[in-house]
């Protein structure tokens, strides 16, 4: 019996020995996560830029700032991955090589994703409660992003149908530069979600067509199937009346996403086309325009390019 135990304690020995060993090893594939020069900071008040530092620049800057335990491979390959990933989505350290019109973008998409709480990903910060935003910094960040649009808010409440400039039998829908003409089509599909934007005072309605609606049912999304069609339609957002109720105010766009892997190939699979006014006035001077709306759609690549959706985790 005692040789039987000393055999046992032998072979756990040598079994952790061997672990032991190989975690070691592992020590020696672990990957550098260098910090490039910064080049143009986010340039914006203390009380902004702080919250950002400590919930963002780990990953989404050239400051990293990589904890001992994140350095232990084989953790220490994901952590390489992940920040490599999330500079390429955005990086606070290469602001300054933004447009005026994609540093809005961004800052409100990643403050809306703070305010979900999908950002910081809850898995970092189990890991690293520091990285938490607490609903005070959560304000201080919505009051700034919303300053910086600066855009008055309707007065006065009254509803307003959704009617837009239909074009007759004899004249030709309007069509944006890149050749996607409107339609009204979308007027009988499903809504698959609605949203508001507390920075510029606007509501939203998504619809989808049958394709969309089965692809997010079924998530298959990531990539969406040829054919989905996605159309965004954008009102003015009236205040609050005195039961509650919010009412949408002036007609401000449609924005249409077509699906066509192969024909949008350079925009991610995805054409776009806005239309402003009742008269549905075609947006984009020049047919780059569509990348400038790729650009910001990269934010939502985990969702196949698409914003404000309802989805599967």
Known sequence: MKRLTRSRSKALLLAGSLIAVAILLLQFTSPEIPNPPVTGPLAGPDSVTTIFQHACYDCHSNESNIRWYDKVAPVS????????????????????????????????????????????????????????????????????????????????IKPVAHTTAKPSAKQAAPTSINGIAYFDDYKNWKVIASTNRFDNGTMRLIYGNDIAVKALEKNTINPWPDGAKIVKVVWDKQPVDSVGNVHAGKFNNVQLMIRDSKKFRETGGWGYARFNTPQLIPYGKAITFAVECYQCHKLASSNGFVFDIPTKE
């Open 77 to 156: 390959w994901k952590v390489a991955a992940d920040v490599a990933e999330a500079r390429g989505h955005l990086n606070f350290s290469q602001w300054d090589s933004l447009s005026h019109g994609e540093q809005l973008s961004k800052l409100w998409y990643i403050v809306n994703m703070v305010d979900q709480g999908r950002m910081p990903l809850p898995s970092y910060t189990a890991v690293h409660p520091s990285a938490r935003v607490t609903d005070e910094e959560i304000n201080t960040l919505k009051r700034y992003v919303t300053a910086l649009t600066n855009k008055p808010k309707p007065t006065v």
